[in-house]
Structure formats: structure tokens, C-alpha cells
């Protein structure tokens, strides 16, 4: 009676909702490296022991030296946060970086906003910028720019990467394929003999005037930007690239959200990560491939804006749970008041399943995503065992090759399937949607049982407030990324459904 | 950067890093074809909705709204006969063996398209489950074998949980409220066994069970020091059956009245009482809690995945109604603030799941299903035939040797820590799933306006049965507290739960 | 929706629109740098010009002997633009009812006679309720009067006002009393403004009293008495600022909606758009029904005005919170700057609802007053 044959199986299982778009915790426990856990232990106690003694102590002078002089620029914490070695902690090992496993960044991240979102994004968004350089596997310059970055945390000078995409006139639009022809797009490259030439305006680049190097998006036609994005690299001081202002933020204050300005910057061709001519080698045409691209950027950094959306969750729960523990309301420790007692488990309960949403991001990005080939099990503890010296000699050679970043592309982009694209860039907004509101929902629940306590920058959460309400915003606002969940996941391969459909 | 004995001091900080991390520190133990196993599962689901539960459900609803003594053997019966009742019991005591977190796969699935089917299958292993949370490996072996054999010969052997009480439902969930409760069930202690008296309501399952696994206590006084566990089968002397209640949802799954007038159950059928705990590390009271714990850690992942079913089925036919409707000249799938809706109804579905697979993950690490899920047992009971099991393992399940070394495995050696975190995932796992599915329905029901509120169109249905979701297994608040008493009291002295002046 | 009949609040009503839209509108985001900038006095002395402080003392006061209509009406359209003048308003008001409500119309007349605006103004901490606070400052007999010492957190106007209303316990005694102290000489220790989530430019300090002189407001012991008495009605004009703060949030989104262009059309023609700013229209137009409706109960007393004044605080507060959240999220990134207020006004209605306690334990104490 319970016979199934195999075909059987499979056509019931892919019938909608897809087995696999649901247990990627499952599927993944077989081909996780073992090690991973305990890196992952490791990780979090470094995370934990940088926020006790660097964060906190600082967190709440950031806040407020920057509401004093909004002009003022954190680059102490930055060169701090260079020691510690945490701008090349997730980076492969072949680049110069430490090889951390990446999904461990998800859980530093969580663990250091806690105590502040702002200095956690001075970290984080930096591995945006990576995020995007990876996103084009042009394996010649990701090896350029990230040996930069390993050799600026020897030498104490901090080497930064921003993503520049956001333009005045263009949001939402930008992060859509769908929506970018009808946009109002600004950002031009004009080629040029040699390279191109960018002129336009970028605006809420976070992290823009600590960064080095800037991942600028820009765009041969902007009449029609989805067939003809180019993604530069432009590195702070070249000729015809300035800063602007500086956004006066309500929260994130810490971390700068910049302005930046390209009159006639010229890229040579080196320094174009991905446009037109490398795309066009692909399998699919240039506007999936477009999209593809975006969606390995999002499927990774919304995974983050996640991360920290749980942290600022968590932050809002145990400074309730501290002040409940130390105030008398009515004869008797708040903490033992029934109504106190079950808000703050609704608090942990936003907590605990944003973080898991998010940490399943993260298994899809290993199966099917962007970490697919670094946690290969074989490649994995290829990186781990092999001495330094032997990836200089024999790895590093290969990689300005040409044919490497045809191997990559032809392994990552043409690979991938168009479910696998969705399952992970869906579960990405998946979980951003899930943090962020996590976010703010605990810290409405935090702020209600301290009261007035609540209200002042001194017991910490009215900022986190303030620092967490930006995460329902930026990568994509939620209600965007809501659409992708609908897109990616609920509605997917129904012919008859239709995205942004105006009339 | 940083020292090995450091780290381990930084992982002890709040949130512990065990409580957080349950799937990543499961993965490198788990069996390499559990996930093929699931899959399976989940597609015999998927075939017995097609066949069976989907053109059954809105009939069975109607049905009993127009006879309400009705009894669904029909589809018991079909449950029994596709081997529902023994699935993931394990081999050694004649089950399938399937592994156990897949049952709540399964009755997600299933709950999709009926609760009440789903409830029907599954509250068996909520009787199943107690037993097995006693570690009395000769009384599991006798009663659960039963269920097996009964699927051979047609004869369904279903087991119910037998604990709520008239004047205690809440309070008998929970340890801590237990010695304030209006305890009314007694059991008595006599030559050769116990006599129960009293009844016990709103038992799932009740009249369509031949066992039923009862909680009473010696001395009403000290419930929580006195707790016993026996098994009474159906048509033994002093026992019967009560009123069938008239639930608003669920209809098809009876919830019955148990009543019980100087009721013999003689010693070979006393599960677990004081005799046995006072051979056990802990004292009475904590192992009564202990025994309560590893229930409801198992019992209210399921309840979990109920409400996911009930979310998935809102959001289902939401869609559904969506794809085939227009409204303003167009499909009103194809409006955004539908979209939107029914992005949101997926993200509230798909994070229940997580949290109820998160649960199995802490059960499998450090609570009931541990044992099973060690790898070489794991893999033993996958390659031995059915013969040498029954040669060689079965016959030593009768020895009080096997129960003992069971308790000590299970019971003493589970640390405090280890009941926290199973219990606290367990009712995180009941409120994320539940809530998701009466949101869920709210959500289908206002975009589907009129249609909605029709019987044939299913969901004014879901809405009625998942509403019990937030209530049995523990009310959702009762829940909330023990997420809060499990994860984030344990810790501090000052702090204290369940307390009114 | 309050001032739709009658005259005289009509002519209110279009002066505090005006001056907001004028005093307020233009340098909102200048006057919440506050403590980082300037203090806006020109402002708050351009609104005592204009009674904005004397709507509910009485006529023997000089005042304009108005009810929590004629409050509600001002506060709404402060705080539309500029919560925060709303929030010296409201605690001033409270302030002033309190000591109404103890019957010290001498001590009160002494006060309101200033002719500067900060000698007019009463400091009082109004996101408390002081019976739920165990350590209050200490009062003891000193001749005629009393002497002040302790400390006491968040006194909000602290900074710039001549008096604060100060709830202390007497040695030996239960409950507390209210006393008036003045701040100018007298051993009274103020804190730097403390910095806050909203409101930024109604300051509050911290306040350290040692051996202050200190009059006695009422009679001993009956503190909590007064303090009920006046937060039964000014729970209704703490329910019109945050009715304010949505009206400002919504009619800032509802024009950029049309103005910002997204997939080659105004935002607002995106279907999720127009439900997000539906549900907000909504619950504006709700609030402002539940307004209309509880001022009306306080001011002609009818039975059980004061649950109808609480609830709708209540509900109106929990509902500003909800809709300021989508107030940015309308204007995505430049909703998150402060360009647009909206971001300022999210703070605020947080900010709006803990005034006069923590507003889960408010609810509380609603329904184990109908338990009585």
C-alpha cells in the first residue's frame, strides 16, 4: 500500500511547495564540512569577545559624538577593526584572506550589532563590496583588489570595498531587473579607448568615505540599463571620483552613508569587473545574466542585513530582560510580572526564528549559491590544510589566468540552475524580511515595558530603535523583497502570474 | 586571536551557543540518508492526500456537523491498513522505523488538507511518545507491538495520552502548577496494583483507541511528588467512555470523556510510578517534570507542524482563489498587495517550519530521539532483517535490565541544560506554528472576501480547526512562559515563574 | 473632527495650523538637534504669546478656562509638525492640572502671574506614574514648609523651567505627596539635558534635590489622587499628539507617493502602495472619531469619561506607532534621513506613547479598574 515507485517520488515532490525549496538544514547535514561547527564556535567567541571589549565600551559615545558633529568620521574603530584581522577573515585563503567559512560572517555579524548595528555594518558592508566582486567571478581582479585588502591589514592601512549602486533617481529600481528599463538611471560609462568613462551620481553608499576601493555600478545605455550594466571598480583619489555630502541618518549614525561623484572618471578596462562583452560569453542572455548576477549580490548581503536584524532583536530583549531584573513596579521585580514574562518570550521567540531564517539562507547559498564550491567538502579542507606557502606557489599563478574566470563563470553562472537562483535569492529576502522586522518589532516591545527608562540614549535602546528601523530599508526595502518572496518561492513557473504589472 | 579555553568560556555567555545552533550541530551526526528517508515520507503523504484525506475532508467536517456521535473508523482503518500507525516506530519493537522527525513532515503535509485526519494519526503517537518517555522498555515493547500487529491483521491498535482533567488542563501540563491544581483522578494503591477513579476530558482519540496511557497521582495533595503512568486498554472492568465533545474545528478527531469507577490496573501494566523512581538520580518531583518534558518536547513539535499544515493550507487555497479571479480586469494574483499577502503568509509558513525542524534537531542531540539517531544504532537497525531482530534484540527488551540501562542513557544522564533546551524549542515550536496558522487564515479569509467564508472553499474550515492548535499541548501562553522559564529564567535566581501573590 | 461645530475652537484650530506651518514646519529639523543645537525660545515664547499655555487654567488665573477639546485641538496640530512644542505644552498642562486637581490655586497663581515664559513653565515628570516608582525623593517638615532631598529621574522641562512639581514621599507615611520647588536657588542639581529617542527639543534632565526648600502641593499623602484625577483627562491629549504625529507622518507620504517615481510610475499607482497609505488614511480617520468622541466624555463628564479618555490614548498611541512605521517605509532610504520628518516622527510617536507610565502596565490597570 505504500509502495512509491521512484518516479513517483519525484513527481510528488516537485509538486508545489517544492521538497527542496523548504529543508536546505537537511539536505545540507550530509555534505557540511564537519569542521564547520567548530569554526562556527570559534567565530562567535571571537565576536563575543570584540563586543565586550571594544563595542560596548564605545557604542554609545559613537552615537552620540556623531549627533554632536555629523561630520565626524569613525576611522579609529575602523583601524581597529583592521587589527583584529576582520576584513579579510572571510576571505579565501587563495586571496590572501583568513578562510573563514562564510557562512560564520552571518553569526559575527548577529553578535557584534547586538551592541551596535552602526560599528557591526563599518565590518559588514565591506563584505557587500566582496560579496559583489564575487558576484562577477572575474577571478583575475577578485584576486587584485582582495590581495589589497590582506596586505592593508598588514600594514595597519584599512582597505575598504563599498558597493556602489543606489542612485538619486533609482532605489528600488535598481535592485530588479525588471524594473530598470522603466527607471530613471543616471549613472552612464561611455566607452572609451582603453576603458570607460563614468559620470553620474551615487547616493547612501554606506561605508563610502572609509572604502578604498568602490564596486560602482554604471550603464552603457541607461535608456536600457538591464542590457548593459557594467560593474567598475574605482578606487578612491582617481581622477574625476569625489565624495559628496553625508547623509544626516536617523540611526546607523556611525556608519557613514555617502555621496559619491563621477565627473568623467575613466576605468581602464583592467578594472571593469563585468559589462557587456564578458557577459555576453554566457549561456543566458545578458539581461538574466544581469539579474543572476544581482540576485548571487542579494542572495548573500540580505542574508546579513538578516543577521543584523537579530542582533538588534536580541539587543532590544536583553536590555529588557536587564532593566525588568532591576526595576520594582507594583512591590515586585518587573521580570516576575506575568505580562513582562511573556513579552519578553515573544521576543525571544522573533529572535530565534529570524535567526533561523537566515541561517538557512545561508545553508541554500552552500548548496546551491555563492559558497557552493568553497564548501565542496574536497576544496574545503583543500584550503585548510594547505600551507600559505604552497597557495602562493602553485594557486595563485592560475588565478590572473583568463581561463580561470571561464572555469568559475562556466561553473557558477551557467551551472546554476534558474530554481536554484530563486531558492536562494527567495530565502535571502526571506530572511531579510524576517530580521529586520524582528528587529523593530522587539524594540516597539522593549521600549513599551521600560517606559520612560526606554526613551534615554544612556539605556541604549531607544538607538537601537533608531539604528534598526534602516535594515527594513536598505537592501531592497521589505516590501520589495516581499515581491521577491512571491516571486521566488510562491509564485514561481505560473505562467499566468505576473511581477510589477501596471497598467 | 583568541584561546581555546576562551572560546569555550564565550559560549557559555548568554544566548548559549548550544541553545542557538541546534541544525549546524546536528549536521555532522546526522544519518547521511535521513534526508532520503524524508523525502519519501513526505511523497507517501503527499499520495495518501491525493487519495484519500483531500476528497474525504469537506465530508467528514459535514458529516459530523450533522450527526455529532459519528466515529470515523472508515478512515482509521485506511490509516491502519497503509501502516500509518507503526511508521516511525522502531524496528525493535515492530515498527517501520522510518526515523522519527519525519512524523512531523508527515502530519504537515497531511494537515494541509484535513487537521482532523492528520490529528487522527498523529495524536496516536502523543500516547506512543508517553510511553516512551518513561523508558519502560517491556511495557513499550508489549503495547507498542500491538499497534504493529494490529496493522497486519486490520485491527487498529491506536493509543491515546489520558491527562487533562475537568478542573485542570493547563495545570497539568506544567510541574510547577501542578500541587496548586484541582487534582480530582485518583489512584489508589492496593495489593497487586493501582484503582483509578475519576475522569479525564477532552482526550483525542478517546473512543477510537484500544490503549490508553493515563497520568494520575497516589496523593492528590502532593500531584507532583505522586505521579504515576499505567495503561488501560479499552473494556477493562470500571472503565468506559463518556460524552464525544462538540468542538467548533477538528470534528473528525473525537475528543472524548474518559471515565473511570474503581478501576484495577494491575502492576504489569503500572508504566512508571514511585517504585521506579526511586531508583532514578533525580527526586520524584523533578522526574516527574522530566518524564512531562520529554513528552511535550516531541508532542508540540507535531502540534508545530500542524500549524504550518493549517498556514500551508490557508496559503494554498488563498492562491487558488487568487489564480482564478479577477478583479478590477485583472487576476488578482496579479495584484502587488496580493503578492505581498501572500509573500508574507509563505515567510510566516516557511519560519514555523524551521522552528519545529530546529526542535527535532535538539530532540535528536539531547533528548528522546537520541539514542535512535546514533549513527551505528541508526544504521544496525537499517541493515538487520526483521528475523534477527525479533531473535536476538526483542527478547532482551523484557529484562529490567534493559529498562534500567535505558533510564540511566535517557533519564539520569540528561543534563538540566538538555531538558531546557528540548522543552524551550518544543514550545517555541508550538507558538511560532500555531500562531502562523490562524494568521494565515485571517489573511486568506480577508482576500478572499465572500468566498472565504464558504465551507466548500476550505478555509473557513482550516481557520476552525487550527484555532485548537493554540490551545492544546498548553494554551500558547502557558507555552510562552516556558520559553521564557526554559531560555531565559534559567539562568537568574531572582527570577521566578508561576508565581501570584 | 473636534473642532467641526463650535466656533471658538474653529478659530483655534486655524491658529495652532498656522503656527505650525509657519514656527514650526520650516526649522524642525534644526530644533531636533536639541541638546547638540540651539533651543528654539523664540518659538515657545512666540507660543506663550499666543495662550498655547493657558488653555485650562481657569478665568480667576487668567487662563482661557477651555477643556481637553480645546487642548487636543492645539496639541494635534503642533505635533503634526513639531511634536516637541507639543510635549512642553502637554507637560506644562499636566503640571498645572495636577495642582488644580490639589486644589493650590495660590501656589498656581503665583506662578502664572510670570512674565517670561521659563518663569512660567512646570517642570514635572510626566512619562511616570509615581505610584508604580519605589524610590521617590524624601520630604520633611521644616517650619512652615518642607525640605526636598533625593534624586529623581527624567523631570522633563528640568532645564528651562522656574518651578518642578515634584512627587516625594514623607518619612513614615504611605503614598506620596506632590511639592513645588523652585529651581533657581535652593540646592537644586540639574543634569545636562538627557538624550533621547524623541521629542529631543522638550527636554528632560535628571534631578538631584539636598535639603531643598520645598511648598506642599495638596494635602499629604494624596499624591496618586491627584495624579489619577489629571491623567484620567490628559490621557486624551496625550491621545490627540500622537492623532497629530499620524497626520503629519501620512500627509508627508501621501505627497511624496505621488512625487517619487519607481518603475516608470509615481508610487502611488504600485497597488501595495496605496493599500499601505489606505491603512494609514484609516486609521487617522479612526483615531480622530475616538478622539472626538473622549474629549466630548471628559469635557461634559459623562459617565465614564475617564475609561473613554484612557482607551483612547490607549489605542490611538499603539496605532501611531504602527502607522510611522510605514511612514518611512513609504519614503524608503530619504524616509530614513531626516529630510522629511518622517523619521523623527516614527521617534515620536514611540516617544508619545510612554507618557504618563508604561503603557502595557496602563492597560493593565484599565481592566482591574473595571474589575472593582
Request: net charge neutral.
Amino acid at each position: 500500500m505504500n509502495k512509491i515507485s521512484r518516479s513517483e517520488q519525484k513527481q510528488l515532490l516537485n509538486r508545489a511547495p517544492l521538497f527542496d525549496d523548504g529543508f536546505h538544514s537537511l539536505r545540507s547535514a550530509p555534505k557540511l564540512p564537519r569542521t564547520m561547527i567548530k569554526e562556527a564556535r570559534k567565530v562567535v567567541a571571537i565576536a563575543r569577545k570584540f563586543t565586550e571589549t571594544v563595542i560596548r565600551p564605545y557604542a554609545l559615545e559613537l552615537d552620540r559624538t556623531i549627533q554632536q558633529d555629523p561630520d565626524f568620521l569613525p576611522w579609529e574603530f575602523i583601524k581597529k577593526a583592521n587589527e583584529w584581522g576582520f576584513y579579510s577573515m572571510w576571505i579565501p585563503k587563495i586571496f590572501g584572506g583568513k578562510g573563514y567559512s562564510i557562512p560564520t560572517l552571518a553569526l559575527f555579524l548577529e553578535e557584534t550589532s547586538r551592541e551596535c548595528l552602526a560599528m557591526s555594518n563599518l565590518i559588514g558592508v565591506h563584505y557587500l563590496g566582496v560579496g559583489t566582486l564575487f558576484a562577477t567571478w572575474n577571478i583575475r581582479l577578485i584576486n587584485e583588489i582582495l590581495t589589497d585588502v590582506a596586505n592593508g591589514e598588514k600594514t595597519g592601512e584599512p582597505v575598504l570595498i563599498s558597493l556602489a549602486h543606489t542612485e538619486p533617481g533609482a532605489g528600488t529600481d535598481l535592485e530588479e531587473t525588471e524594473l530598470m528599463d522603466q527607471g530613471t538611471i543616471t549613472c552612464r560609462a561611455d566607452r572609451v579607448p582603453g576603458g570607460i568613462k563614468i559620470n553620474g551620481t551615487k547616493v547612501f553608499i554606506s561605508s563610502g568615505h572609509m572604502s578604498k576601493w568602490h564596486m560602482t555600478t554604471c550603464f552603457e545605455d541607461p535608456e536600457r540599463p538591464s542590457s548593459s550594466a557594467v560593474i567598475a571598480a574605482v578606487k578612491t583619489g582617481s581622477e574625476g571620483f569625489s565624495f559628496g555630502r553625508k547623509e544626516r541618518k536617523m540611526g546607523q549614525k556611525g556608519c557613514p552613508a555617502s555621496e559619491l561623484i563621477f565627473k568623467d572618471c575613466f576605468v581602464p578596462d583592467d578594472y571593469v569587473a563585468a559589462d557587456f562583452n564578458q557577459l555576453k560569453t554566457l549561456k543566458r542572455d545578458i539581461t538574466p545574466s544581469v539579474s543572476q548576477l544581482i540576485d548571487y549580490i542579494v542572495a548573500t548581503s540580505r542574508a546579513g542585513v538578516a543577521a543584523w536584524g537579530v542582533g538588534a532583536a536580541r539587543g532590544a530583549l536583553e536590555d529588557a530582560l536587564a532593566f525588568a531584573m532591576e526595576t520594582e513596579v507594583g512591590g515586585k521585580l518587573l521580570v516576575n510580572h506575568e505580562w513582562v514574562q511573556i513579552r519578553l518570550a515573544e521576543m525571544h521567540k522573533n529572535v530565534s526564528l529570524a535567526r533561523l531564517s537566515y541561517i538557512e539562507t545561508n545553508y541554500a547559498n552552500g548548496l546551491e549559491g555563492m559558497f557552493k564550491i568553497i564548501q565542496f567538502k574536497p576544496v574545503y579542507y583543500m584550503l585548510k590544510t594547505t600551507p600559505h606557502w604552497a597557495v602562493e606557489r602553485f594557486i595563485a599563478p592560475f588565478l590572473s589566468r583568463s581561463l580561470t574566470t571561464r572555469v568559475f563563470r562556466y561553473l557558477q553562472m551557467d551551472r546554476q540552475t534558474d530554481d536554484q537562483i530563486a531558492r536562494t535569492t527567495g530565502w535571502a529576502s526571506l530572511a531579510k524580511v524576517s530580521g529586520t522586522d524582528a528587529g523593530i518589532c522587539n524594540c516597539h516591545l522593549a521600549l513599551e515595558i521600560m517606559g520612560q527608562a526606554g526613551l534615554r540614549q544612556d539605556r541604549r535602546t531607544e538607538k537601537i530603535l533608531r539604528d534598526a528601523k534602516l535594515l527594513q530599508i536598505y537592501e531592497g526595502t521589505n516590501q520589495l523583497n516581499r515581491l521577491n518572496v512571491f516571486k521566488s518561492l510562491v509564485g514561481r513557473n505560473i505562467p499566468e502570474i505576473k511581477l510589477f504589472a501596471h497598467e | 586571536m583568541i584561546k581555546r579555553s576562551e572560546v569555550k568560556e564565550w559560549m557559555a555567555h548568554e544566548p548559549a551557543f548550544d541553545d542557538i545552533m541546534c541544525s549546524l550541530r546536528s549536521a555532522p551526526r546526522i544519518p547521511r540518508t535521513m534526508i532520503s528517508e524524508t523525502r519519501k515520507v513526505v511523497a507517501m503523504a503527499r499520495k495518501f492526500n491525493n487519495e484519500v484525506v483531500r476528497p474525504y475532508t469537506l465530508e467528514l467536517d459535514r458529516t459530523i456537523q450533522q450527526d455529532p456521535e459519528f466515529l470515523p473508523w472508515e478512515f482509521v482503518k485506511q490509516a491502519n491498513q497503509r501502516g500509518f500507525y507503526s511508521l516511525v516506530i522502531p524496528k525493535i519493537v515492530g515498527g517501520k522505523g522510518y526515523n522519527f522527525p519525519a512524523m512531523s513532515h508527515f502530519l504537515e503535509e497531511v494537515g494541509t488538507e484535513c487537521l482532523a485526519m492528520s490529528n487522527l494519526i498523529g495524536v496516536h503517537y502523543l500516547g506512543a511518545t508517553t510511553l516512551l518517555a518513561t523508558w519502560n522498555m517491556k511495557l513499550i515493547n508489549e503495547i507498542i507491538r500491538q499497534t504493529a500487529e494490529g496493522e497486519k491483521t486490520n485491527d487498529p491498535s491506536l493509543i491515546t495520552l489520558a491527562i487533562t482533567e475537568p478542573a485542570a488542563g493547563t495545570d497539568v501540563e506544567e510541574v510547577s502548577l501542578l500541587d496548586k491544581a484541582n487534582i480530582t483522578f485518583n489512584a489508589r494503591r492496593e495489593q497487586g496494583g493501582y484503582v483509578l477513579n475519576g475522569t479525564k476530558v477532552f482526550i483525542s482519540n478517546g473512543h477510537l483507541s484500544k490503549w490508553h496511557v493515563v497520568i494520575g497521582y497516589e496523593d492528590q495533595s502532593r500531584p507532583s511528588e505522586t505521579m504515576l503512568v499505567v495503561v488501560v486498554k479499552t473494556g477493562t472492568k470500571g472503565f468506559s467512555f463518556g460524552r464525544k465533545e462538540r468542538k467548533m474545528g477538528q470534528k473528525g478527531c473525537p475528543a472524548s470523556e474518559l471515565i473511570f469507577k474503581e478501576c484495577f490496573v494491575p502492576d504489569e501494566h503500572v508504566v512508571f510510578d514511585s517504585r521506579h523512581s526511586a531508583k532514578l538520580k533525580r527526586p520524584p518531583r523533578e522526574t516527574g517534570r522530566q518524564i512531562i518534558e520529554y513528552v511535550v518536547s516531541v508532542s508540540r513539535a507535531a502540534v508545530g507542524a500542524w500549524g504550518v499544515g493549517a498556514a500551508r493550507g490557508a496559503l494554498e487555497n488563498a492562491m487558488q482563489f487568487a489564480m482564478e479571479t479577477h478583479v478590477d480586469g485583472k487576476l488578482l494574483i496579479n495584484h502587488e498587495w496580493v503578492q505581498c499577502r501572500l509573500a508574507e503568509m509563505y515567510k510566516t509558513m516557511a519560519l514555523a517550519r524551521l522552528a519545529y525542524m530546529e526542535n527535532n534537531y535538539a530532540n535528536g542531540l539531547d533528548g528522546a530521539f537520541k539514542i535512535l539517531q546514533l549513527k551505528p544504532l541508526y544504521y544496525l537497525m537499517k541493515i538487520l532483517p526483521a528475523s534477527m531482530i525479533d531473535k536476538f534484540i526483542t527478547p532482551t527488551l523484557g529484562l529490567p535490565f534493559t529498562t534500567w540501562l535505558f533510564r540511566k542513557l535517557q533519564m539520569d544522564w540528561q543534563k538540566d541544560e538538555q531538558i531546557h533546551r528540548t522543552t524551550g524549542w518544543g514550545s517555541l515550536a508550538k507558538v511560532s506554528g500555531t500562531d502562523a496558522g490562524i494568521r494565515n487564515c485571517q489573511m486568506a479569509l480577508e482576500i478572499m472576501g465572500q468566498a472565504g467564508l464558504r465551507h466548500d472553499r476550505r478555509v473557513e474550515k482550516i481557520l476552525r480547526d487550527s484555532k485548537l492548535l493554540q490551545i492544546y499541548e498548553g494554551t500558547n501562553q502557558l507555552n510562552r512562559l516556558n520559553i521564557f522559564e526554559s531560555f531565559l529564567a534559567s539562568h537568574h535566581s531572582r527570577i521566578k515563574v508561576y508565581e501570584h501573590e | 473632527m473636534i473642532a467641526v461645530k463650535d466656533k471658538e475652537l474653529k478659530m483655534l484650530d486655524k491658529a495652532a495650523s498656522e503656527f505650525a506651518k509657519k514656527q514650526l514646519a520650516p526649522e524642525r529639523e534644526e530644533n531636533d538637534k536639541f541638546p547638540f543645537g540651539p533651543f528654539f525660545d523664540d518659538v515657545l515664547a512666540k507660543a506663550f504669546e499666543l495662550d498655547f499655555f493657558h488653555i485650562i487654567l481657569p478665568e480667576s488665573l487668567d487662563g482661557m478656562n477651555q477643556g481637553m477639546a480645546a487642548l487636543s485641538v492645539i496639541l494635534d496640530n503642533l505635533c503634526r509638525e513639531d511634536s516637541s512644542l507639543g510635549g512642553i505644552v502637554f507637560t506644562n498642562s499636566a503640571a498645572q492640572q495636577v495642582m488644580l486637581e490639589a486644589g493650590a490655586t495660590d501656589l498656581l497663581a503665583d506662578i502664572v502671574s510670570a512674565e517670561s515664559i521659563n518663569d512660567f513653565l512646570i517642570a514635572f515628570p510626566v512619562f511616570n506614574n509615581p505610584a508604580e516608582v519605589p524610590h521617590l525623593a524624601e520630604a520633611t517638615p521644616d517650619g512652615n514648609g518642607f525640605t526636598l532631598s533625593g534624586k529623581l529621574e527624567y523631570m522633563v522641562l528640568g532645564g528651562i523651567s522656574g518651578h518642578c512639581l515634584v512627587p516625594a514621599k514623607i518619612a513614615g507615611q504611605d503614598g506620596y505627596s506632590y511639592f513645588l520647588v523652585n529651581t533657581k536657588d535652593n540646592n537644586v542639581t540639574v543634569s545636562d539635558p538627557v538624550l533621547s529617542l524623541g521629542l529631543r527639543a522638550c527636554p528632560a534632565v535628571d534631578i538631584d534635590f539636598n535639603n531643598s526648600k520645598a511648598a506642599l502641593v495638596g494635602n499629604q499623602g494624596e499624591g496618586d489622587t491627584y495624579f489619577t484625577k489629571m491623567a484620567d483627562r490628559l490621557h486624551a491629549a496625550a491621545a490627540a499628539m500622537a492623532a497629530g504625529v499620524m497626520k503629519g507622518s501620512f500627509n508627508e507620504a501621501f505627497s511624496y507617493s505621488k512625487e517619487r517615481f519607481q518603475g516608470g510610475q509615481a508610487i502611488i499607482n504600485w497597488s501595495e502602495m496605496k493599500m499601505m497609505l489606505s491603512n494609514m488614511a484609516i486609521a487617522i480617520e479612526n483615531a480622530d472619531m475616538i478622539l472626538a468622541t473622549a474629549v466630548s466624555a471628559v469635557d461634559n463628564q459623562f459617565p465614564g469619561w475617564e475609561r473613554s479618555s484612557r482607551a483612547a490614548a490607549l489605542q490611538i498611541q499603539a496605532s501611531a506607532c504602527e502607522l510611522t512605521t510605514d511612514g518611512i517605509q513609504a519614503l524608503g532610504g530619504v524616509g530614513y534621513m531626516k529630510d522629511f520628518g518622517q523619521e523623527k516622527r516614527f521617534r515620536d510617536a514611540k516617544h508619545i506613547q510612554a507618557l504618563l507610565g508604561i503603557a502595557p502596565m496602563k492597560r493593565i490597570k484599565y481592566i482591574e479598574a473595571l474589575l472593582k
